[in-house]
């Protein structure tokens, strides 16, 4: 392909995931993959070099350009090479025109800003879309954290993680033995943290209440270190069969039991449980603002109707967990977002319904907000959550 084409094949494809993110449709690693299946005669060096200018353009744009070709004559304005591409040859782009329309830079979408944590310097909004570390988390019923270290030069211990590493970016963690042994997963510190807090133990009923593909179930059956009672609930059937061999892996299998919800009649299933739990972990589904950096097109999809649908879930998830939790039990709030309708207003609001619960500072990691605690990429080095521990009267 030639350099043009590889502009018009990026051009095409965001027009793809424009349309995928404004319908709700699939992800734009799925549309590239597809992409270039029907394209056998693109290259690896095509690929890796369309895909670029793809995610380029997904990066410069909080809020969903109008088309590709806007999202790229927008960059093309500040960078000469590219502008000089859309020279209207056989399969390139047609030249710019004089005052044609270009989509405007920004960071995160516009209308999101004012919802953010008043906490968040600009500075640190910029941060959430800097480049993510990798951080694993070390599986103490498999090995050591002095092994993890010993393994990779340039490992780092995370400070306020138990088991927490930090490598350096690009090391080639998912094919090394230790972690098709199950002896590492990948994981933010952030999560690391907020499996932690739970302060699981052995002997102990924990409900991970949105368990996912496990996660953090699989952090807190290593805190139970195999004893007592681990139930992973999930309305996503799929999700929490995904759950199931990474828990034979990790050598957690027979800790864990899975349990599928129907969405909107989660207490029926949950009744057995009725205070039965001495801790229960909410990790909230949510806006996902705090893991844009992993995710950047996420930006996309968010608009203020699908907010406000979050934020009534996550409210009725809390009133679904409360009676579970026995009292002098822990119910554990935790969303992957630095929005307040989705972190601080929601516990405020749970507890001034429930007042005699008593909110918990578990941790020297973050910063305290509200009846909880914020991690953000720029002060604390993991992905952006707001998470609150407290604790039922007895
Ligand atoms: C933030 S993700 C969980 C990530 C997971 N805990 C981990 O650490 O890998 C939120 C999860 O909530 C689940 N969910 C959505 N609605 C739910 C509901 N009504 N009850 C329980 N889980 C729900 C989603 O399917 C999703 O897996």
Redesign the pocket.
Known sequence: MTPAARLQAAIDLLDLIIAAARDDGPAADTLIARYFRDRRYAGSKDRRAVRDLVYRAIRAYGDRPESGRTALVGIAREDGELAALFDGSTHGPAPILPGEGASARSLLPRWIVPELAELISTQEQAALLDRAPLHIRVNPLKTTRQIVLARWPGAQPIAETRQGVALPSGTDVESDQLARDGALEIQDAG?QIIAQVCAAGPGMTVL?????????TLALAADMAGEGRLIA????RD?LARLVPRAERAGCAGLIETLL?D?GR?SERLAPLDSQCDVVLI????SGSGTWRRNPEARWRLTPDRLARIAA?QAR?LQVAAPLVKPGGRLVYAV?SLIDREGHDQVQQFVSSNFLWSPQRSTEAGRPWGLGTLLSPQHDGTDGFFFSVLEKPC
Request: with cysteine.
């Open positions: 999560s991970d209440l949105c368990a996912g593909g496990g996660g953090k609930a999930d309305t996503v999700r919800l969405p989660e990790d909230a589904p949510c879930l998830l992957c």
